[in-house]
Every structure is written in C-alpha cells, then in structure tokens.
C-alpha cells in the first residue's frame, strides 16, 4: 500500500509538472509586457477610479492608453465597479507586492475549493487538487490574476453552507457573483428551478442593492463605454472566448443556447429534491455555455462542478465522462469548438440520470 501511494503522488506531481511548464510556454505566446496582467486591469482601475470617478474607468479615451502602455495590448475594464472596491487596499502598495498578495488570494480560493469539495480521500483527494492546479485555465488565471476563482469560491462556499442546512449563508455567499457575473450567472436560475427560494432571496437581497449602487457610482453611460471598447479590441488577439455565442455562426449559437437552456431546466426539473449539488453543476456548465462574453480560464469554474458531480454515488459512466473533460477543458484555447462539444455532451449526460438515483445518491452523500 505504501509504495502504491508514493508512486501515485510521485505520479501526480510529475504529470503536473510537466503540464506547468507547458502551462508556462503557453502563456508566454499571448506577449504581455506586465506579469498578471488581469490583475493590472482592476488594479489600474482602482486607481483611476478613485481619482477620476468611477464611471471613468470604463471610458476607452481614460482607460486603455495607460493600460496598453504598460501591458502592451489594450485590455479594457469589463467587471462591475465592486471589483475594484475590492482591490482599492492593494491599489495603494506597489504593483510587484499588490500582485503577490492578490496570488496568494488565488491560491488561498483554489484550496479553499478543495477543501470543501474535492471528492475522495487521501491520495485520490490530492491528485484531485494537484490536477486541478496544473489545469490550463486554472493555471493560467492565477498566473494572470484572473479574479474568477474567487467567484468560484464563493460558489463552492454556497454549496457548503447549503449542505450544512444554512441557505440564508449560501445566499449571502452567493452574491459574490457581481465581481464577474458572466461565469455563473445561471446558478441562482438553477436554484430557482430546483427548489431553494431562500437561497435565491439571501442573494436578491444583497444584490439588488449592489446592482443600484453600481448604477448609481457608473451612471447609465457605462453601457456605451462598454460598448465602445469591446469595438476597439475586437480585432485584438487574446485569450480565446470560449461560449457558443463567440465560436459559431450567430444562428446556430442562439439554436444552440435554446437547446442548452431547455436541458439544463430539464435536469433541474427531474432532479428537485436530490441537493445542491446537482443545481450548482448545471447552473455553473449552462453558463459558460450561454455567456456572450467568457475566456478559456474562466472554465475553472468547471473544475468545481466536475468535483460536485463525482462527489454524489454515479455510475461508472458518468464518472468516466466527467473525468474525461479534464482534455477538452485543458485544450480549450487550442480546439474551442471542441470543448464546446464536449461539453453540451457532459451535459446531456447529465439529463440521463435516473432521478431517483440522484436522490437516492444525494442522501447518501449527506449521511
């Protein structure tokens, strides 16, 4: 038993290892001047808000000609304000240390995430979080500042407190969705369908507030600043966007969103009663499915709903399929229609199950 556990971790660090350093030559053709790049963005937000307003920040004349000088590409401000009320503290320090200690942030999200909800023990419950640590879009948000794990996190964090009987918590936790919606915007939806109003009323609550203060600190004109930025990038080479919105031909992406919407309420419908797991997983694939704007390393958030789903007793085959999206999930910037596919796949298999499999595999779970 011993040598079997040293050879598997010696297995699983060496695999990620190598998947790293590929990590790191692959980030190194995207030719950003800045390390973190992402991470400047709300940093460099911060600061022009707190001087300029608010609403500045989302002006393409105010915003993109410092970031592009020191980035090198013109990277604009998509995120609501909330965002960079949160990285006002770090605003006032150096970058070089703002930027180490928003890593440690990242890194403090992603073990939270797993400490809550990787499945297995011991050995298995390590490779989990090692492979998810070598994982393309997880390696390269941390790598970039991406501030999408700690939505993730957040989510996970929902789906404990709901699992521990608390939902007016998981609401609350919930609303931390306003730093990127776009990643996750479907969960509340899926709460919705499957049962949890007061987890849906803890995050109205919170959020309906925070969406007028946005408006208020922005005003209405932030919608054609967003606009006009998106319009002067779109010819900028970046991260690939990964949704059906961005890789198919218009017609086909809207047949493609119904059809996504219409089996994930399937799902939800089949399943009320059997968790939370099972609403958050849906909630969290159909979003990045459906978003109109979502970068590959946003698709960490999938790490969190593949680990809902192997946590529940599933069949041999459905665990087969959602370990298999490990490959299409780490190749997405390479074949992006690809991982499309894979996932409308993984989803479809979902609406396979059984419901009362799921309940029965729910209870099970909690006991």
Same mark, same amino acid.
């Given at each position: ?10 297995? $699983?660090? =060496? ?6 350093? @590929? ?29 300029? =307003?608010?609403?500045? @920040? ?17 990277? &604009?401000?998509?995120?609501? &304000? ?30 939270? @995430? ?21 994982? /393309? ?101 970046? &991260? ?24 994930? $309420? ?16 849906? =909630? ?48 997405? &910037? ?12 993984? /989803? ?11 309940? /029965? ?7």
């Amino acid at each position: 038993m011993r040598l079997r556990r040293e050879h598997g971790i010696t297995a $699983a660090l =060496g695999v990620s290892a190598v998947l790293a350093f @590929i990590d790191l030559q692959w980030s190194y053709t995207l030719h950003y001047k800045l390390p973190q790049p992402d991470f400047y963005v709300y940093y460099l937000a911060a600061q022009l808000g707190r001087v300029r =307003g608010w609403a500045a @920040i989302y002006d393409p004349a105010v915003f993109l000609p410092p970031v592009t000088m020191a980035v090198g590409k013109p990277l &604009p401000y998509l995120n609501p &304000p909330e965002l960079a009320w949160l990285v006002m503290p770090l605003s006032y320090l150096p970058y070089t240390l703002a930027g180490w200690i928003w890593t440690c942030l990242l890194a403090a999200a992603l073990g939270l @995430i797993w400490y809550l909800v990787a499945p297995g023990r011991g050995l298995l419950r390590l490779i989990h979080g090692v492979g998810a640590a070598a994982l /393309l879009p997880v390696f390269v948000g941390v790598l970039f500042g991406q501030v999408s794990l700690l939505v993730v996190a957040a989510v996970a964090l929902s789906w404990w407190f709901l699992s521990t009987g608390r939902p007016w918590l998981a609401g609350l936790a919930l609303s931390a969705l306003i730093l990127k919606p776009q990643i996750a915007f479907l969960v509340p939806v899926a709460f919705v369908l499957s049962g949890y109003g007061r987890v849906v009323l803890a995050w109205l609550a919170v959020s309906v507030p925070l969406a007028i203060i946005t408006l208020l600190a922005v005003g209405t004109a932030v919608f054609h600043h967003i606009s006009q930025s998106l319009q002067s990038v779109s010819a900028v080479p970046g &991260p690939i966007q990964s949704s059906l919105l961005r890789q198919l031909p218009f017609p086909l992406a809207v047949i493609g969103i119904v059809l996504v919407l219409a089996v994930s $309420a399937l799902i939800l419908w089949r399943g009320r009663g059997s968790g939370p797991s099972l609403p958050i997983a849906v =909630g969290l694939i159909s979003s990045t499915l459906v978003s109109p704007y979502v970068n590959f390393y946003d698709l960490s958030a999938l790490v969190l709903a593949g680990w809902l789903i192997l946590r529940l007793d599933r069949p041999r085959w459905q665990k087969a399929v959602t370990l298999a999206m490990y490959v299409p999930l780490y190749g997405a &910037p390479i074949w992006p229609v690809f991982t499309l596919f894979c996932l409308c796949g993984w /989803l479809v298999s979902l609406a396979a199950l059984n419901p009362l499999t799921r309940a /029965l595999a729910s209870q099970r779970a909690a006991a």
